[in-house]
């Protein structure tokens, strides 16, 4: 789980247990033992913690959450991941850690530790914990005020919202931005400098800090205690100290873990995991290839939120109606959205230019021949999306994958008169597409196993939670309403 080697004056430790190089209990004793090797190698100037270049970690191995049953389980596990993070942070041989990917919860707290932080163009950083009814519990309550003030660090922490490495560095969560092969070499100069680690100070804060906490707590439901106790762990650990800090994080991860909204989300998790799953993938049929090029027909406000979302992923995106004003509506509608996320930070005027760079429309339903995937998102009729259907069909190659955004037309009713029923999927989307993380999934009687793991394959590189649900009249959601 911990690739340990040497090389020139570089302890390197690369997390290894893709995909997710998710930390357990067995990767930490493996980080601990390898940060202790290499304060014992005479030749070793600078420890360097790595997940590879695309990837650092997503946090801590959530089946540990599944596994605890009462509070003295719970303080025990938040006190093994501190100790462990504490003996990174106390080596006498400084600590830097390279980034990549995705840095969540616990593997941040982890880099949180480290003397130096160095990340790669289009990292991003998160802590989710709230969004599973706990807090931090690996010392991120303490370290992260000490990085980047209070303030910045209860907003990533309260809200679970992601900092891109742009951000990361203004706010000075990072040291350092570069790419992957020179990292190291900059990793070995910066902690060569000996500065003492920024997480040891401790900050000062205004109280119109603790105002703007109290006032998203209000909006917080009674029975989530996690924002509070996230609250609670921060203070403490500024009006007492550190140590009492990780001591409250301890306790307060403990309640925590005792509610029902906690033990509900954590269900819903791994619940909403399991759903994802296609039959595919339960009976070994491989994964086919991301679809790279896509057509959304229909471009109102949903089929504009679809595009959106398709572009944004990464995607080329088709726009087609049967009224070019429609497109025009869309495209600006798009437009508006990624500069208002520009506006906000979370995206970069680069990013923008090279999104909508991927946006085109046609003119001319022949147009969307070369569409891996067409989603039609027209109006809800059966006799138009049925004609619709058929028509895309006429048009577009036979690997090309249809999928229908309809709410409660029948896909067996859509493909009537189909030459290719198995390519034909419903994937229903929620208003507005663009920002909603739930879609459902609706493979048909004849709807291929590669055709519904290719559909699944594109929610998650939407990162959207995907339901599979059969074609029944109203599906799920809908169905939950009559």
Known sequence: MIDYRVTDRLAVLRLDD?????????????LRAAVRRAQ???????????????????GADVNIFRQLQSPDDCVRTSRVFQQAFQEVADSRIPVAAILA?????????????????IATPGTSFAMPEVTLGINPGAGGTQR???????????????????????????RGLVDAVCQYEAAFDLAEKLCSAGSAPKSAARPSVS????????????AVRPEVIAPREILRCVKVGLEKSFEAGLQQEQQSFAQCMQTLAARSKIYLFFAARQASKPPAVHSGTAVPRLPQTAAVVGTGTMGAGIAQALVQAGMSVLLYDVEQSAVDRARRRIEGSLERRA???????QQVYQTLQRLSAADAVEQLRPAELVVEAVFEDQSVKQALVSRVEEVCTPQTIIASNTSTIPLAALAAGMAHPERLIGLHFFNPAHHMPLVEVIPWQ???????????GVAKALRKTAVVVADWPGFLVNRLFV
Request: proline letters at 6%; a negative charge.
């Open 343 to 349: 506006s906000e930070g979370k995206l970069s005027r």
């Open 101 to 117: 990917g995705r840095v969540a919860g616990s593997a941040l707290e982890l880099a949180a530790a480290c003397r130096v932080r």
């Open 207 to 218: 109280d119109a800090v603790w105002t703007w906490a109290e006032k998203h707590l209000a």
């Open 144 to 170: 992260l005020p000490r990085l980047v003030g209070v303030e910045p660090a209860l907003k990533l922490m309260l809200t679970a919202e992601t900092w891109n490495t742009q951000q990361a560095s203004e």
């Open 18 to 30: 893709l995909p997710l190089n998710a930390i357990g209990f067995a990767m930490l004793d493996e």
């Open 446 to 456: 004849h709807t291929a196993p590669q055709v519904v793991a290719a559909v699944l």
């Open 40 to 58: 014992s190698e005479p030749a070793v100037a600078a420890i360097v913690i790595t997940g590879g270049p695309e990837h650092f970690s997503a």
